[in-house]
């Protein structure tokens, strides 16, 4: 399994196991179940991440094998965070299977070495490992609903609240044009009132007296 989380594994998760008891010893086996506390670590991904003071479960086994030890088992967490779209606060429940062979160093290919994990010793570091689970299985952008309208991309207005919610857009290339429209308008209405008064002068076309 190569996974790469949207943010850097702890390092400091209590999930580390002592498998001096395996290490050569292929077909043996051990349960290991475990519940560890979430301080200020960051478990989870950009949007969603197991709150400070929530708990990670890990019911596992451990298996010998030739090429190292294989871990098998399920990780349980509550994650929060907020929709993706109007931003309201969410939760999920994850509940994630794990499989991954920690390899001997021995084993693994010089170009392999940075996507294999490895045995750090005599112990398996399962933090990483359950942190990448988590990051994975969490939504990346999680909806509080599949229905959600969000929000008005103008003002910011919540859309589940007022579905009616709109605001009239006039493209500003029309405006110019209806404004440029307008004022010729104004000045033909104004021509035609000339013309119009005009026509209407009683004296247009009469004879004038001339004094001589």
């Keep these: 399994m190569n996974i790469r989380a949207s943010i850097p594994a702890p390092d400091d998760l209590d999930l580390r196991f002592?498998?001096?008891?395996?290490?050569g010893r292929p077909g043996s086996h051990r349960h290991v179940d475990r519940t560890v506390q979430v301080a200020d670590q960051k478990v989870g991904n950009l949007a969603l991440t197991v709150p400070a003071g929530e708990s990670i479960s890990l019911d596992a086994e451990l298996e010998s094998v030739v090429e190292g030890i294989f871990v098998s088992g399920t990780v349980e967490a509550r994650v929060t965070g907020e929709c993706s779209r109007c931003l309201d606060p969410l939760e999920r429940e994850v509940d994630a299977r794990i499989d991954e062979l920690f390899s001997y160093p021995e084993k693994i290919k010089a170009d392999e070495?940075?996507?294999?994990?490895?045995?750090s010793g005599d112990?398996?570091?399962?933090?990483?490992?359950?942190?990448?689970?988590?990051?994975?299985?969490?939504?990346?952008r999680p909806l509080c609903k599949p229905s959600c309208m969000g929000l008005c991309a103008q003002c910011g207005a919540r859309l589940e609240d007022d579905p009616e919610h709109h605001h009239d857009v006039i493209?500003?290339?029309?405006?110019?044009?209806?404004?440029l429209l307008g004022g010729e308008g104004q000045s033909a209405d104004a021509g035609d009132s000339e013309r119009a008064g005009a026509d209407d002068d009683p004296d247009d076309g009469a004879p004038v007296d001339e004094e001589r």
Excluded: F, K, Q, T
């Design 171 to 179: 493209d500003p290339r029309w405006a110019a044009l209806s404004g």
């Design 113 to 119: 070495e940075d996507d294999v994990p490895a045995l």
């Design 18 to 23: 002592d498998v001096v008891d395996l290490i």
């Design 123 to 140: 112990d398996v570091d399962l933090g990483p490992l359950v942190h990448d689970v988590i990051a994975l299985e969490a939504e990346e």
